[in-house]
């Protein structure tokens, strides 16, 4: 099966914004609903807990695909992010959500595995984030204006990368790739096994 190349970009028209009046459920460190909160909020107020997913893409060969966000996002413009990510609308549930954002951010639909539960906290925002992965070669469609394309990177490399300060990644991505690591080294085989159950 061919492999993507590591700048793999296509783009199309899709316009998606991040508009400050869309409404997240609002939870407790629970994960219960207590209310809901409007984006723009959110984003300005840690402690307004919210819902996100991250999807994390490997290709084939076990190669990570991360976006890189584009400069006109509200939170961590140009910072790499996982292969898909984004928040949970009010009312909606996780698993929708990643699918969702799959679609509309790499324009693929392939089967998710869910993975874990995380809490995020950066100096903006607080968010419990619920982390999927899968296995596609894509073509992947990056969306042209919430990305700036995207690259496939070794995993170790990205490791790396977050640990020395090479890589400028979300602290959604730092905590996905922490809760990547001990679930893979939960099972016997470590990483490769567990890209071998998805794939």
Known sequence: ??????????????QILDDPDE????????????????????????????????????????????QRRSASK???PGYY??????????????????ERELAEELGISVPLT????????????TEITALYATVSDGPYQFHPTETNGGKLFAVDEVWDGIIYGDLLVTPAL??????????AEQGDGGLAAFLAKLG
């Open 1 to 14: 099966m061919p492999m993507p190349p590591d700048d793999a970009v296509a783009q199309d028209s899709r």
């Open 23 to 66: 409404i997240f459920d609002l939870v407790d460190l629970n994960d219960h609903v207590i209310g809901q909160v409007r984006r723009g909020e959110a984003h300005r107020d840690p402690a307004l807990i919210h819902r996100s997913v991250q999807v994390l893409v490997f290709a084939h060969d076990g190669r990570l695909l991360l």
């Open 74 to 76: 509200d939170l961590f």
């Open 81 to 98: 992010c996982a292969s898909a990510s984004g928040h949970v609308a009010s009312g909606e549930d996780y698993a929708t959500t990643a």
């Open 114 to 125: 869910y993975i874990s539960k995380a809490l995020v906290r950066s100096e903006p925002e």
């Open 174 to 183: 730092r905590v996905a790739m922490e809760e990547l690591r001990a679930h």
